[in-house]
């Protein structure tokens, strides 16, 4: 039997969307997490940081994190990433430039690496250039 319990957190409510920020699944002594796509947005849902690209993608890193962390898992726990990019030429390298630096400081090397996937796609407000799902597994006791 598998528990399904959806999830947002203080810092990230649930959007008017009418989907939560993450799932969480139970079955045996596996958790999975499931993180909807998430961007630069702040605790009344609002953009942070229009306009400055660096910054948008580190604060959707962030807070791919914290609902991570919300939930007992940790960065390295993620086993697929996918990136959509408002317009992946401007942006593929200066997003791999962040996301190696990220990846680093949470103890995630080359050999370590989840799967991934970044593609361009036109993300929910225009004054978004990033957002990001995550999917997360981790075994318990």
Not at 4 to 18: M, R, S, V, Y
Not at 76 to 91: E, G, T
Not at 106 to 111: D, S
């Amino acid at each position: 039997m598998i528990k399904k319990t959806p999830f947002n957190i203080d810092t990230l409510p649930a959007p008017e969307a009418g989907f939560p920020r993450g799932m969480e699944l139970k079955t045996g002594n596996m958790r999975i997490l499931i993180i909807s796509g998430t961007s630069s947005v702040g605790p009344k849902c609002e953009t942070m940081y229009p306009g400055d690209f660096e910054a948008q993608a580190r604060h959707t890193l962030k807070n791919i994190k914290d609902l991570l962390s919300s939930r007992g898992f940790e960065v390295r726990d993620v086993i697929r990433w996918r990136i959509y990019l408002s317009d992946i030429a401007k942006y593929y390298d200066r997003f791999n430039k962040i996301r190696d630096e990220y990846f680093l400081n949470n103890g995630i090397t080359r050999e370590n690496m989840a799967a991934s996937s970044c593609v361009e796609a036109k993300i929910c407000r225009e004054d978004l250039t990033v957002e990001i799902e995550a999917d997360a597994l981790r075994e318990d006791g």
